[in-house]
């Protein structure tokens, strides 16, 4: 029960921050250096993900696969494919490694 609750709270909090933004904001233009930064806000923290993930506490356990799908999302953003593109590249290359090898 305790979980539930922990859940519960969390997605009204989550809720609660989401909807001060608008109400606080309603009517004003932010300054044109904000949506860069918002831009950017992705980006960083899909990398910063994944090197938590890959240098984290399993980095005493590489996993061949996940390198190689790292290598195909690097690959794909090099050929100008879209982020949500080479993430799905990424995911599908890890995928069929796994799948080919048992890994």
Do not use: C, D, Q, Y
């Not at 930064?37 to 890959?54: E, G, M, S």
């Not at 999302?73 to 799905?88: I, K």
Request: hydrophobic content about 70%; overall charge positive.
């Amino acid at each position: 029960m305790t979980l539930w609750i922990a859940i519960l709270a969390v997605a009204v909090i989550s809720f609660a921050i989401k909807a001060a933004g608008p109400a606080l904001l309603t009517g004003r233009e932010l300054p044109p250096w904000t949506g860069a930064v918002i831009a950017l806000l992705a980006p960083a923290l899909l990398a910063a993900l994944v090197v938590v993930h890959v240098l984290g506490e399993n980095w005493s356990h590489v996993s061949v696969p996940v390198l190689v799908g790292l290598a195909a999302v690097v690959a794909a953003h090099l050929l100008r494919a879209p982020m949500l593109v080479s993430v799905l590249v990424g995911v599908a290359a890890t995928a069929a490694l796994r799948a080919l090898t048992g890994w």
